[in-house]
């Protein structure tokens, strides 16, 4: 008898994203259950170290942040690839999220009244913090932004927010069916209906059957062979989309490389490190970040400092290593207090890995695959443009604040945010006529058999290919082909390897170990299938692409070019048969841009610009002139260039409450 | 090259059962790893996995020592093993699951179960009747070091070394364990719960919660994140004891 569960929203994922659409439907009605790999506390989520990013000024190096400047700081950092009304409605709603969290028990640092030293850069500073400030939560500096934004809670920012987050869930009682995992979506007519789920303690398939279904599998960093990533980050959630054949992806090849990751083994040392005054120095001891970025410097976004500590090694300044060159970061300026309160996990790690004191030595960090901006192309609404009932947020999906490179901190408040916006807009769906499941449970049963036959080939195939093989050298091709930098030649090879490789992979056996419950042998081989996916849609994107922009960047087409590529990358896989993914593109409109593309800041300014670039920021500027001078306000300012509340839940249209803002 | 600079060969004991396999039975399997620079029980695991036997069955997910996943006993003492280097230990190391959690296979434990059983029982969250959060207005002010003590108990990952190592629980299932205490340690120093030492006593006022604890500290010895598990079971005692009077 085939085990079918119904539940109003079938959730794929436990980390922060997902939990907090469990929790948002919840509060509206619905019934949910998230189906996780791992027990929701460990989900990726928890590894955030540095912080979230939410504008809310209250401490001096703050002050006079607002939603605009965060907005602004988003749409640069993303190299204008970014949805800017779905940047607007994320930058309003973060102040209310963390606020929510800190309702939840959220430890948050806050801010101390008085004086303290602090190191900018490389030179010790006071800062003197208001008596009015003190007890609100507190935020310090990260890469890419204009204000002390980001808040955190030492450097346990995601765990502290992933348990306050899953015990919100256990006080909502939100079922949680942990060790299951997502192998099929079931769909009919264009329309999602839940999804057939594998348990890995004991093998056996279950079909849950929901009117709308939410993937927030996180990314895909481990189809490279060095990730920050946990290892759970293997990009399965987007290629449950891309099987349907229907739903999309989003911009998959921009992916990110985060500036210090230790070496050999790539574990994250956060950005807060540098934030709080670290610097990168090269085999002489030299600080080489002011030579290439005089204003930024270690604090330039993500992908600047990544190509640059590249660059750096390019020219033989790279600190030589068994595992290849690397550079250092140096925290101990910062001192051994500030060092043992505020960065503590990374202390561990140099304890633990590299057997190292942060406050002595010197830390080895190279830039490593760390983010992915693509995903699970959605509506602002975080439902497919083409699937209908299917959800999407958090990492997962490109819904798509990030474009093409994200800003420190505003991965955990995405989650968070798009977790409590999303779980609204599914519930108007849950209440809609629409919602109606009308699939014959004998459809549903032949989902079920498409996955158990598949599941029994990969058992008893006998002369196959090893899918560690396979996986290993795809790893290797993504590392080397499509990494930081990026030329067509090599982009070339990547694809047409891994295209190979893809083909091969549906003959992968499961040697040996045949169990048919608890076998990670037989995981391997049908994730190792769906990753090598996943990995051409990467690469293939990124060989299509014939400019520059944010984290993608084409040695062979180094400006970017808003004339002909001021577009997202759109992938899907209609037919099972084919071998290369579907590529086409949608446009990003300048015509209603709040922020009309222009020069970010970094190096030199090498934009091909569009022809309609000149004429909306002439509007802009007519616009915001005229207002300004008739007396109105930035909301209302906001308002006329383009306008996005009335996308918003009524009950999070509210402004937002700060120290020098009454509302 | 001396005999010391040499690297090792080292022999990984693993105690190995599959429940879901009716012919097997617990024993140890034993598999030979030449010792890389660097190298820690989460590169072995895998490298016996990939090489070795794509059968054994364990739990990574951050790798970084930050998830509390990998927990087990390493050469009989819970530990994470991701975080665990080769080098400090000796050439033979014994691997097996961590006692008293529900065995999936080889080193792989369901404690995520236990540990949810274990936040819904003592409602590890914060208890506030007036509830009801105006998202828009400024945030709750809170003293910056409570913040900061808060955070050092939030620490707790959940990994259930402390559950391992805890004697008590060997006689008494139902114990909280230390996880469970700090737990209530955290929720009673947070001023944002409002629950009163009345129903913090109802929850762990008895010999399955602060009063049965024998103060044998393995938790304390074991503990990955270095929490205050010693003082903040005195000081919940004391405060309990205090409540009953």
């Known amino acids: 008898m085939p085990k079918i569960i119904y539940t109003d929203v079938l959730i794929i994922g436990g980390g922060l994203a997902g939990l907090r659409v469990a929790t948002g439907v919840k509060e509206r009605g619905f019934d949910s259950v998230v189906l996780t790999l791992v027990p929701p506390k460990r989900s990726h989520s928890a590894a955030a170290q540095g912080g979230m990013q939410a504008s809310l000024a209250n401490s001096k190096m703050g002050e006079g942040d607002n939603e605009d400047v965060h907005f602004s700081d988003t749409i640069k950092g993303s190299d204008w690839g970014a949805d800017q009304e779905v940047a607007r409605m994320f930058v309003h709603c973060a102040p209310k999220a963390i606020r929510e969290l800190a309702h939840w028990g959220v430890p948050w640092s806050r801010v101390h009244r008085g004086d303290h030293s602090s190191i900018i850069n490389a030179k010790k500073v006071t800062i003197t913090e208001k008596d ?43 079922e949680v069916h942990e060790r299951l995992e997502a192998i099929s979506l079931i769909h009919e007519n264009g329309r999602c209906y839940g999804a057939i ?26 189809i490279y062979s060095v990730s920050t990533n946990a290892i759970i980050c293997q990009g399965m959630g987007q290629a449950l989309a891309l099987e349907t054949g229907i739903a999309t992806l989003g911009n998959m090849e921009a992916i990110q490389f985060h500036p210090t990751a230790i070496v050999p083994v790539g574990i994250l040392t956060t950005e807060g490190c540098r934030g709080d005054g670290g610097l990168l120095l090269d085999k002489d001891g030299y600080r080489f970040m002011p030579d290439y970025e005089p204003e930024k410097k270690e604090l330039a976004s993500r992908d600047v400092v990544s190509r640059r500590m590249t660059e750096h090694m390019r020219k033989g300044k790279g600190v030589k290593s068994r595992y290849g060159d690397h550079l250092w970061l140096d925290i101990r300026i910062l001192g051994r207090d500030h060092i ?66 994200r800003l420190g901190g505003n991965s ?16 108007d769906f849950c209440e809609s006529e629409q919602s109606a499941i009308s699939i014959h449970t004998g459809n549903v049963e032949k989902f079920l058999k498409i996955q158990h036959d598949k599941l029994e080939a990969l058992l008893t195939k006998e002369n196959g290919e090893d899918a560690y093989k396979l996986r290993r050298r795809m790893e290797t091709i993504m590392m080397e082909k499509v990494g930081i930098f990026r030329n067509g030649d090599d982009l070339k090879e990547a694809v047409d390897e891994l295209e190979e490789l893809y083909k091969r992979s549906k003959n992968i056996e499961v040697f040996r170990s045949k169990s048919r419950a608890a076998n990670p042998a ?32 084409r040695e062979d087409y180094p400006k970017r070019d808003d004339k002909n590529w001021l577009k997202r990358t759109i992938t899907s896989w209609e037919d099972e048969n084919q071998t290369i993914p579907t590529v086409t593109y949608e446009d990003i409109p300048i015509s209603n841009m709040e922020l009309p593309p222009g020069f970010r800041g970094y190096g030199k300014d090498l934009t091909q610009h569009h022809e309609d670039t000149k004429a909306r920021q002439t509007i802009v500027d007519t616009i915001t002139t005229k207002l300004q001078s008739d007396g109105a306000n930035r909301f209302e300012i906001q308002n006329t260039l383009m306008p996005f509340l009335n996308k918003l839940p009524k009950k999070y249209q509210g402004k937002n409450e700060r120290l020098g803002e009454k509302i | 090259m001396s005999k010391e600079n040499k690297q090792r060969v080292l022999n990984i004991h693993i105690l190995r059962f599959d429940p879901n396999d009716p012919d097997d039975f617990p024993h140890m399997e034993t598999f030979k790893i030449e010792e890389a620079y660097g190298m820690t029980l989460f590169i072995v695991l895998n490298e016996i996995r990939e090489h070795h036997d794509n059968a054994l069955k364990f739990d990574f997910v951050c790798r970084a020592g930050i998830c509390g996943s990998c927990s087990m006993l390493v050469n009989g003492k819970p530990t994470l093993a991701c975080r665990t280097l080769t080098s400090k230990l000796p050439q033979d190391i014994t691997l097996a699951p961590l006692p008293l959690f529900e065995l999936i296979g080889d080193l792989s434990i369901f404690s995520g179960k236990w540990m949810s059983d274990l936040n819904k029982r003592l409602e590890t969250w914060i208890h506030d009747k007036e509830e009801e959060l105006n998202v828009d207005k400024l945030e709750q002010k809170m003293e910056p070091s409570l913040a900061d003590e808060i955070y050092e108990l939030d620490r707790c990952v959940e990994c259930g070394c402390c559950v391992a190592a805890c004697g008590t629980i060997q006689m008494r299932p139902n114990f909280v364990g230390a996880v469970g205490l700090n737990k209530i340690a955290r929720y009673h120093l947070d001023p944002r719960d409002k629950r009163d030492n009345n129903e913090y006593y109802e929850l762990i006022g008895n010999e399955d919660g602060v009063f049965g604890c024998m103060t044998l500290l393995g938790c304390e010895d074991v503990c990955p994140k270095d929490l205050p598990l010693q003082s903040k079971i005195a000081y919940l005692r004391r405060m309990m004891l205090r409540n009953a009077l």
Not at chain 1, 143 to 172: E, I, P
Not at chain 1, 197 to 222: C, D, F, P, Q
Request: with cysteine; net charge positive.
């Open chain 1, 132 to 174: 009015e400030s003190h007890g609100l939560i507190t935020a310090r500096d990260f890469g890419g932004t204009k204000k002390w934004r980001t808040c955190y809670t030492s450097d346990g920012t995601g765990h502290s927010m992933l348990f306050a987050m899953d015990n919100k869930a256990k006080q909502d009682n939100i």
């Open chain 1, 197 to 222: 789920a594998r348990n890995l303690m004991n093998g056996e398939l279950v079909a849950y059957v929901s009117k709308a279904t939410t993937i927030a599998t996180g990314g895909y960093g481990r």
């Open chain 1, 340 to 405: 043992e309160k505020n960065l503590r996990e990374v202390k561990e790690i140099c304890e633990n890995f590299l057997g190292i004191d942060p406050a002595v030595d010197l830390i080895p960090v190279r830039p490593t695959q760390h983010y992915s901006m693509g995903g699970i192309r959605t509506t602002y609404k975080g439902e497919s443009q083409t699937l209908k009932g299917l959800y999407s947020c958090g990492e997962a999906a490109c819904w798509d604040m990030h474009g093409f490179n």
């Open chain 1, 412 to 427: 955990v408040s995405e989650t968070v945010v798009a977790g409590m916006l999303i779980a609204e807009y599914i519930s």
């Open chain 1, 522 to 553: 037989l995981v391997n081989a049908y994730r190792t299938q769906r990753m090598i996916k996943v990995a051409l849609t990467v690469a293939y994107g990124a060989y299509l692409r014939k400019e520059s922009r944010g984290a993608h960047s």
